[in-house]
Every structure is written in C-alpha cells, then in structure tokens.
C-alpha cells in the first residue's frame, strides 16, 4: 500500500545550527500532514501541521514546507538545541487514518 | 485539561493472563486512538473509536479487545497474548475521526509478555 517515508533515518547537527528533516509521501490523496517529536520512553508530541492549501508554516522556531508536485515535506529547526534531540515523525492523513513516516533520529552535539 | 492519560505505565504479564490498559481525555474529543510501537518503529494503528462507537479494526488478532465506556475513556483488554506482543501501546485522541485536526498522544504503556 502506499506509504510515508523518510530520505535520512539519523541526523547529526551541531548546537546552533539549522536542522532539515525530509519526509516523502506517495498517497497524492493526502491532504494534512503533521510533525511529530518523540522523545525516549515518551509518546509522540504534536510539533507542527499543514494542510494542503498552504505550502509553508512557521512556528516557534520550526517551519513546514510543503511541496504536492514531487510529495515533499520537510521539517526546519532553527537554532538546534540538545533539547530538539529525539525521533521525528512525519504523518499524512486524506481520507485514511493516520500514517506515518519511518521517522528520523535528530541528534544534537554540543 | 489538555492531555491524554494512560495507566499503567509499565505492565509485565504471562501469557496466560489477563489485564486491561487505560487511557482517558477530558478534551472533549470524540475520536480515540489504539497504536501499537515496537522499538524503533513508527506507532501502528490498531484500533478507531468515533463517538464511541469502533470504526476502524486494523486487522488486529483478538487476543486485544478493545472498549470505550463513554467519550472519555479507552480501554484495551488483552488475553492470552504472545512475547511478540510485547510494545509501547500508546493511546491518542483527536476532535473526531474524520476532520483534518492533530492527534494528541499519551505516554504510552510499555508492554512486556514473557
């Protein structure tokens, strides 16, 4: 069936810098699509959402970019601190339940 | 109030036994969530509830049965499971089922069948 999935399964970034997440989705049906941080041993943290209509979100110190021509999402973390480490999941959801993407491991070095 | 609860934390059970796990949300949300998460791995959905009544059943063996007593609260009894069983069970609530609106999760209970 089709599935979302990540490009990078661990990322390694300095403290301060920007961290890029990227996630790619094959179900062109898809039309909301939510970032998720887990931290160990803690369930899924709502992070940010986009819908569709829009291409770019931006929250506190996180931004989704969305692109429905190629099925790209991607996550940006400004200033990237130890506290961003965990496993990021990308989710799509059309008219389907939930789905999520394998997820990517931020690690943060100080 | 905006979270989800799950209790126990941490369960360890023969496979012989029967125990139940709970989640509760008083958001006023009319859609909950079973996952089940093995390590390393994204969260699987395994069952829907929408305005308590079950609406998706992803295939899950019936060793797992789940309940939803009124619209705050999911519970999930389990019997006769097997060591593979063993995951995070994380339970998630949302506005209602259908809507594009995020997922809130709980904590998760960590299962271990021996």
């Known amino acids: 069936g089709e599935s979302v999935g990540l490009h990078l399964p661990t990322l390694s970034v300095q403290e301060g810098d920007n961290s890029i997440i990227n996630c790619a989705y094959s179900n062109s049906a898809s039309d909301y699509f939510i970032w998720y941080k887990q931290e160990s041993g803690k369930g899924p943290q709502f992070i940010i959402d986009i819908r569709s209509n829009m291409d770019k979100r931006q929250g506190q110190r996180v931004t989704v970019l969305l692109n429905k021509t190629v099925k790209h999402l991607s996550l940006q973390i400004a200033a990237t601190q130890p506290g961003d480490s965990a496993v990021y999941f990308c989710?799509?959801?059309?008219?389907?339940?939930?789905?999520f993407g394998k997820g990517t491991r931020l690690s943060v070095i100080a | 109030d905006t979270e989800v609860t799950q209790t126990p934390k941490h369960l360890v059970m023969g496979m012989t036994n029967k125990k139940s796990l709970k989640c509760e949300q008083h958001m006023g949300h009319r859609a909950m969530y079973w996952y089940k998460q093995k390590a390393k791995k994204p969260p699987e959905l395994m069952f829907v509830?929408?305005?308590?009544?079950?609406?998706i059943n992803e295939s899950v063996p019936s060793r797992f049965s789940p309940e939803c007593p009124n619209s705050s609260l999911l519970n999930l009894h389990l019997h006769a499971l097997q060591p593979e069983d063993s995951a995070l069970y994380l339970c998630?609530?949302?506005?209602?089922?259908?809507?594009?609106?995020?997922?809130?999760f709980g904590p998760g209970t960590r299962l271990t069948v021996l």
């Open positions: 989710a799509e959801k059309g008219n389907t339940p939930l789905v």
């Open positions: 509830y929408s305005y308590e009544k079950l609406s």
């Open positions: 998630a609530s949302s506005l209602s089922g259908q809507g594009r609106n995020e997922q809130f």
